[in-house]
């Protein structure tokens, strides 16, 4: 900390927390800083996130003193954790003598519980108040603390998380940042194990979002609308307790875990704010811009030292529309007309050289393909008013997929090449709307007869797979969209639905699911049961389903994969995508290279020629390709509210960090 910090006081603490005082200088620290700092409760509307985190910052991973010393504090474990003598000898004897007696009178159940207890306050070395009258003393001088006590479920079910995430949102609902700025408050998680550490900093992110429109108390004042609130800080703090009650103290959570779990819990909190954003501001150019500074951000965090590099491209309506993507511009028609112009960006990881003397195997590269559909009205075939409340949303996948692009970029990973392709477009009626039985061909040069302007996610979906699986030659394809209202019907609000072509690539999500706490479960994939749904006389396919109790979610992840390349995983002489070779706006494009479609009415399915179907995964020419399809209509955001949850952000950063790219 500094005795002259130029920050606000909510701010100031998070520095504080992170420059790492200690004892007697940390407590006069504190003190200077909060004397010296502007107790600033307004600021200008943000234009970045970082402008937007400095009005409601959260810090992980900060030492659990610091935590500890906030105005308030929560402090969740299981009872056996909360109880171990390693917990009870770290806190303050204020709360060593209630704490016993604290936890026994909670009952977790399935979903956690909590109580609050307030206790007299204590100083940096854990010291209470003196409260011996005295002659000066008054009761406004006497300072108490309110600690929430969280206790969280011993045992899951085998489809849960273990560290049961949804408990420890479940605890925090209802505690909320400090409305002043220059208080703080303590988030205090006690771990079973370090990988809990993921999914329970997750759900201490989705706790606090980001996004904030509403007014100031000096409202009035015409050099104040618009302004928004600063928040205080919240400080969270991890320590492992040890699996044998000996008496050996907690455990520090391991540096890399940590910083995975930090980089998660960052892109949660961003890809919310993106997706809780109305679409007013969040419209193509603003997402475009968010990708943009994501970018521009990340290669001023490598500095140019060796880290690895990020670039960026983006392709508007005249070079998407040269370039082939005829489905992306369908749907974007409209708007575009508007200004609101669709676009396709794409950002590009390329990891640093191996710091190793001997060969090692070349990254692998892998494309995160996300849905942008800024705002949904359905098109032409227009959503109903209740329907369209909430269409927002619909971005969530390309919000989720850029979230986790910055999170896994963070940590520098050397074994994988990571492409973005964001599929970005505001389905709107207008003159120029695509209508129904309009043909359009999309990018992997499959024509696609329109009978459903409302399943416009699979479409520029179909695009960008296209894009990665050929141009971009990826060897492993993943989208992520809030694709159809069938995905909650199927697997409910808690599970995104799954489809892969690959069995090891299914098993590792499911895996992956699990320990992050972002869940997912698997859909059949059988491209010979669901090819003829999409079946057209004019056109290679329609865009939406015959038969809408057949399988609905699978139909429309399997449109999808009708539109990788063509020779996705098949052995013949078409095998690395073949064809001729033409320009796109400046890249190669293959020729033959083979969505939400709306939360809350979707079907959808693949082709209606079952010779061109993808295959499953298989080795074509030394290189295993692997496709998964992620819709996370239900997960994507929090009922009642409809607050965006960033779900996928986790999902990913431990899909990729996993045994499955760990192997290349």
Known sequence: GSRSHPLTNAYCNVEIARSGCKGSFRRSCCRDVRAAATKTRTAEPPRTNDAWELTSP??????????????????????????????????????????????????????????????????GDGAEQDFS?????????????????????????????????????????????????????????????????????AAVARA?????????????????????????????????????????????????????????AGGVRLAARLVDTPPSVMDPDQLVREAEAVAAALNALSGGAGGGTVTSSVLRYDALKAGGFGALVAVGDAAARDGREPALVHLTYTPPPSPSPSPSPAPRKVAL???????????????????MCGMKTDMGGAAAMLGAFRALVTLRPTNIELHLVLCIAENAVGAAAFRPDDVVTAFSGRTVEINNTDAEGRLVLADGVAYASGPLQCADVI??????????VATGRHFAGIVSDDEEMESAAVSAGKLSGDLVHPLPYAPEFFSREFSSPIADMRNSVKDRSNAQASCAGQFIANHLDAGWNKRSKRAGGGGETRDVAGIEAREGSTG?????????????????????????????????????AGPSTEKGSGRGTGFGVPLLVELLTGDVFAAR
């Open 369 to 387: 393909v996300g849905k942008g559909i800024t705002f949904d009205t359905g098109g032409l075939q227009i959503k109903g008013g209740a329907g």
């Open 479 to 488: 989208d992520m969209a809030t694709l159809t209202g069938a995905q909650m």
């Open 596 to 632: 939400k479609d709306e939360v809350g009415e979707e079907d959808g399915d693949e082709g209606d020629d079952e010779s061109d179907a993808p295959s499953g995964a298989e080795d074509v020419g030394g290189a295993r390709h692997r496709w998964l399809h992620v819709d996370m």
């Open 133 to 201: 009258p005295s002659p000066s003393s008054s009761p406004a001088a006497l300072k108490l603390k309110n600690v929430v006590v969280g206790v969280l479920p011993a045992t899951v079910s085998r489809y849960n998380c273990p560290a049961a995430p949804f408990a420890v949102s479940n605890i925090l609902a209802g505690v909320s940042t400090p409305g002043q700025s220059d208080k703080t408050l303590g988030v205090v998680t006690f771990l079973s194990h370090a990988a809990h550490a993921m999914p329970t900093a």
């Open 208 to 264: 606090f979002p980001l996004y904030n429109a509403k007014s100031t108390k000096d409202r009035a004042a015409p050099e104040s609308r618009g302004f928004v609130p600063v928040k205080g800080g919240v400080l969270v703090a991890a320590a492992m307790v040890p699996e044998r009650s000996s008496g050996s103290g907690l455990v520090e959570v391991p540096a890399g875990v940590a910083a995975a779990a930090a980089a998660a």
């Open 58 to 123: 959260v810090t992980f991973f900060v030492d659990l003193e610091t935590a500890l010393l906030a105005d308030k504090i929560v402090i969740l474990g299981t009872r056996k954790a909360l109880l171990s003598p390693a917990v009870i000898a770290a806190l303050p004897p204020v709360l060593q003598a209630v704490w016993a007696d604290a936890v026994a009178g909670i009952t977790a159940g399935d979903s956690g519980g909590k109580r609050t207890i307030t206790v007299p306050s204590w100083d």
